[in-house]
């Protein structure tokens, strides 16, 4: 039961990817395939936090996320 919680529904761990820019959220998307999950780094209460189901929504999330994040930094995770 406790896999299903750390490795989603497939049984895999969830790939992670650290970016500082656009460009590069554009890129890695092409690796992870959507729908993708962006967490700013450092926010406060998981401010930013948002799930992007194609490339519009990458964009607009990467860029809040980028605004947000103290150190501009963010993580997009890949969905299960």
């Given at each position: 039961m406790c896999d299903?919680?750390?490795?989603?529904?497939?049984?895999?761990?969830?790939?992670?990817?650290?970016?500082?820019?656009?460009?590069?959220?554009?890129?890695?998307?092409?690796?992870?395939?959507?729908p993708i999950e962006i967490r700013p780094w450092f926010s406060l209460h998981g401010a930013g936090?948002?799930?992007?189901?194609?490339l519009v929504e990458l964009k607009k999330s990467v860029e809040d996320g980028l605004k947000l994040s103290p150190c501009k930094k963010v993580d997009l995770v890949q969905d299960l």
């Open positions: 299903s919680i750390f490795y989603g529904r497939s049984g895999k761990m969830p790939q992670r990817i650290s970016i500082e820019s656009l460009e590069e959220a554009i890129k890695q998307s092409k690796h992870l395939g959507f936090r948002s799930v992007a189901n194609n």
